[in-house]
């Protein structure tokens, strides 16, 4: 079975452009969640989606939006972008929401010039 | 304000010997912590979680031990491996906030042959 994947790889930017990264979560995974990781730091939750609907927010901007759609696959947009939302951006999907672990993709890494 | 942290940014041992990365976290409410090993180019991947009904938690060559009182986890690999080379996270959450993982900033592992 194909593990969680995200399009696309790599993605350069510039400064107030918008951005929309995919993600197709594990087959039968419900959950999707979206992670940025920038340079040095740990992953920092951005959305989590299950079952079509938003199950939770982190500390970002209203810029940062996703949806999921009837077959569980993801988009993160992101508008008017700056400088330092230069990151990985990582998906993860689960069967469910509770103690389930996550399975991550290999992230999109987006630089904005 | 970073709820978890991993103070060694990185950490060398001999191939062999035992590898024990550490974390710490502030927030009282966790209930449930992981462990995630990273490669370049490739999402992380879970290895081992624990409770925090527990204080200690095995496989295979990695175990995770919780003390709460101290709000200290740490996870020890023994015998580390060449192949354990990679960029360690802890992660923890509340068993109700879903797929909301806060990260620690990792530990670089690089184990000598």
Same mark, same amino acid.
Request: glycine fraction near 18%; charged fraction near 20%.
């Given at each position: 079975d194909a593990g969680v994947t995200q399009s696309p790889t790599h993605l350069i930017k510039t400064r107030g452009q918008h951005v929309t990264l995919r993600c197709s979560p594990i087959s039968g995974h419900k959950s999707v969640s979206w992670y940025q990781q920038v340079l040095g730091q740990g992953p920092q939750f951005i959305f989590q989606y299950y079952e079509k609907e938003e199950r939770g927010r982190g500390?970002?901007? %209203?810029r940062f939006s996703a949806r999921q759609f009837p077959n569980y696959s993801s988009e993160l947009n992101v508008n008017a972008?700056?400088? @330092? %939302?230069?990151a990985l951006y990582l998906c993860a999907s689960s069967l469910?929401? @509770?103690r389930e672990k996550l399975f991550f993709g290999s992230g999109t890494q987006l630089s904005v010039l | 304000d970073q709820q978890v942290k991993q103070n060694s940014p990185s950490l060398s041992v001999q191939e062999g010997r035992i590898s024990i990365l550490n974390c710490d976290y502030t927030n009282s409410m966790f209930d449930y912590f992981l462990w995630y090993k990273k490669y370049p180019a490739e999402g992380p991947t879970f290895l081992i979680s624990i409770s925090s009904i527990k204080d200690k938690n095995e496989d295979g060559r990695f175990t995770v031990f919780l003390n709460k009182s101290a709000k200290h986890l740490s996870l020890h690999i023994v015998p580390s491996q060449p192949g354990d080379s990679a960029v360690y996270f802890c992660a923890a959450k509340k068993e109700? +906030? @879903? +797929?909301r993982l806060t990260f620690g900033e990792g530990t670089q592992l690089t184990v000598n042959p």
């Open positions: 500390n970002f901007p %209203d972008l700056l400088l @330092g %939302d230069s469910e929401t @509770g | 109700t +906030s @879903g +797929s």
